[in-house]
């Protein structure tokens, strides 16, 4: 698959604009999706009575409110990183102090690509202006803005597009992209927890040049060796490792130095203290949490596979298939549905029988399913309509692991004891 780490689902858009071109979004529909330095100024700024050179009377938002608007637009990032969401930034980045400060927000932007939408030469109306707070002077200070703008490399902090490649990007569904020609097997983990001795064991006798190795979350928590088992998935992470609610424990303990009442036990008093006396390093971390993506959408012998964390829903699927608005593609996903799961209203995500569901859809019987996360009905390979795989079990006794193998489409789901000991594995053709 090459070195590109997966980025799938963890994308900062960072629209550049003259004063007013934030109306071009709310215009499609994207409101909801953006994160707006100006619409923080207008709602904590008192507005600022001024005499223009003509002597008319004209208003501004007051500069001195500019520091707490730079601590609520951090505080609002670091929320959307937490939750590993695409991000919509619309903010005012033409300034020394501004640019300085977004360079600031992506240290903390763990696993984001990083997107500049280029919308500077958007036409704006004068009512654009109005409506976003800005007064006459705004207007005529464009030229300077335009200035500043040609002035930086974007290029250097990520990549640029224009707006018709932006809504492409929005508008885009679902794709499955080929693995690559040389790869004749894939082995998917899931759910190792903390289980080193396990993991490396069976990647010492699988791994090959043909072989990718597929992970779709939780390495950590449980086991007696959290890391153990990431420096192991990093030395193996070719783009199609992904993250589980386990490693978002981790990345909202890096990012905010916060546990859930239900991480404390589990994350705060075994595995914190394991990768302390491993010495495992920040840049670690870092390194491996930026290497995790949200979902992956796979064509490997003919079949198309969907890897989550979590299980999907079909009728999820099917609008990320078939967009009706931009708001319904997969690239505006909230991440909670690849990590978590969708449940009924009220009722525990664990409750719903993903596999099931999925294996009776005829919407998606031609795209196979693998996941982990929840197995409270015993699942392991659940067919119909279609196929799921279910890597994980009720109780963490067991340790799974699926081999699929091209030349003659077989799989094979080992479900193994933890202690090492063969249970048994379930073969056929996929």
């Not at 990093?234 to 199609?240: E, H, I, K, S």
């Not at 890096?254 to 914190?272: I, M, P």
């Not at 799961?341 to 993903?354: H, T």
């Amino acid at each position: 698959m090459g070195d590109e780490k997966s980025t799938n689902g963890k994308i900062i858009y960072a629209y550049l604009g003259l004063p007013g071109a934030e109306s071009w979004l709310r215009a499609h529909g994207l409101e909801k999706q953006v994160i707006s330095e100006q619409r923080l100024r207008l709602a904590v700024g008192n507005p600022q009575l001024l005499l223009n050179e003509e002597g008319q009377l004209t208003t501004s938002v007051n500069p001195s409110i500019v520091p707490l608007v730079d601590r609520i637009l951090a505080e609002l990032l670091r929320k959307r990183f937490d939750s590993a969401e695409t991000v919509i930034l619309a903010v005012n980045l033409l300034s020394k102090s501004r640019l300085h400060l977004f360079r600031r927000l992506l240290a903390d932007a763990w696993g984001y690509k990083v997107v500049f939408v280029n919308a500077m030469d958007l036409p704006i109306k004068p009512a654009d202006a109005i409506a976003m707070g800005y007064d006459d002077g705004v207007r005529q200070r464009w030229s300077r803005y335009l200035a500043r703008y040609t002035a930086v490399d974007w290029s250097t902090m990520g990549t640029v597009i224009g707006l018709d490649k932006f809504l492409q990007d929005l508008q885009q569904p679902l794709q499955f992209r080929k693995v690559s020609a040389t790869t004749k097997r894939l082995v998917v983990f899931s759910d190792v927890h903390g289980d080193a001795d396990n993991l490396q064991s069976r990647l010492s006798k699988l791994a090959s040049s043909q072989t990718e190795v597929v992970f779709l979350g939780d390495a950590i928590d449980r086991g007696r060796d959290s890391a153990g088992v990431i420096r192991t998935l990093q030395a193996y992470n070719t783009g199609l490792h992904l993250l589980g609610n386990h490693e978002h424990r981790l990345l909202t303990w890096y990012l905010e130095h916060r546990l859930s009442r239900s991480a404390t036990k589990d994350f705060g008093q075994v595995t914190l203290p394991q990768l302390e006396r491993a010495h495992v390093s920040q840049d670690e971390i870092h390194q491996f949490i930026n290497g995790l993506g949200t979902y992956l959408a796979l064509k490997f012998a003919g079949r198309k596979f969907l890897f989550s964390h979590a299980g999907l829903e079909p009728t999820q699927v099917m609008s990320w298939l078939k967009p009706k608005t931009l708001t319904e593609s997969i690239a505006l996903a909230p991440a909670d549905v690849f990590i978590h799961g969708l449940s009924v209203a009220g009722k525990s995500v664990y409750s719903r029988d993903i596999d099931k569901v999925w294996a009776d859809a005829k919407a998606v019987r031609d795209i196979i399913s693998v996941h982990g996360h929840r197995n409270r009905f015993d699942r392991d390979v659940v067919t119909n309509q279609g196929m799921s795989f279910n890597l994980t079990d009720a109780d963490g006794s067991s340790f799974r692991y699926l081999v699929l193998t091209a030349e003659d489409r077989r799989f094979a789901l080992h479900i193994d004891q933890r202690n090492g000991e063969q249970k048994r594995v379930i073969t056929g053709v996929f």
